[in-house]
């Protein structure tokens, strides 16, 4: 039989600490107003010290796996995403992986940034057709602001990006091609790794850090965001139009679009450019800023919890982020 992948759980984390465009204006130079009409955030989570990708990670996965209804012995692999690992070496992977309390099954990280979440549901998906795996935890998890620089070199980053994890439970179907991922499609390209991107650490320099590091700053995240901007706006309705003709689809079949939270601007041009309405695409940065790759699992799960995404729904997933990567995913839900 032809193997098609189902997605029979999902699970959404974020701490509970909330900080407002308000409480950023204490901290650092900017204003609600700029942050509003740039971007259309107002709040997100920020983990407390201590907190790291892998423990809300941890917390989205136990929850996606209680809605597939099963327990950490059943899972046969872990997928996680993540830009912000806890530790450069080892990844988050295996760290959830312990935590909970899976056999010595494999593990592997995706470090595809704000595209994390498609590349890795693309690698599940790819496991399950073969039928190498029959149940596979795919989490994405982000803690981006223990390291943001919040002076005026980095203000432009430090209030468009929030914590947050997101986690799916993937397994062959079982109703042949319905409720299924249709395709997934991926994309790169690394000329344009350093207009977003974080320099340090740096295994090319030695010593990896030294006291340039941390004069120059190099350890925080840096963008052209302009670029960043005018890239995504191509790239996301790219990836959806190699979608919907890999399927024989049109944008009409679509019943909603969960696109990458980057920016709320860049949503809306990217609807615009595919002529979808906005009613149909899926838009939570208002609450959670950009969770990086937990942003497609968290809308996804806030989405079907809350009665947007129904059974025999088409929906589009698209991502785009440092890389650059873009992708997209189709599914019958
Ligand atoms: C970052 C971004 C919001 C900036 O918006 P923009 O319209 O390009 O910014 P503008 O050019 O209008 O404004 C820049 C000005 O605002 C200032 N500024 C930057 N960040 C600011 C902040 N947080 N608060 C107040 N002012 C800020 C800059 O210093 C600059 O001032 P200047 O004109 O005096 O030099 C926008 O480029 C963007 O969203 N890019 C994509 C980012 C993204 O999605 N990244 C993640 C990808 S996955």
Known sequence: MNMKTVITGTGRYVP??????FDLEKIMNTTDDWIVQRSGIRARHYAEDGVGSMALGLEASRLALED???TPDDVDFIIAATLSPDQYFPGIGVQIQAGLGCRTIGALDIRAQCCGFIYALSVADQFIRAGTYRKILVVAAEVQSHNLDYSDEGRDMAVLFGDGAGAVVCEPSTNGEGHSILS??????GRFAKVLSMETPNSAKNPSFSAETFEKKLYYPRMDGKRVFINAVERMPEAVQAALSANGLTIEDVSLLIPHQANDRISLMVAQKLRIPVEKVVRNIERYGNTTAASIPIALDESIKTGLLKSGDLLMLTAFGSGFTWASAVIRW
Request: aromatic share 6%; hydrophobic share 35%; no cysteine.
């Open 16 to 21: 509970p600490k909330v900080v407002t465009n």
């Open 68 to 70: 597939a209804r099963s």
């Open 184 to 189: 997934t499609h991926l994309f790169g390209d």
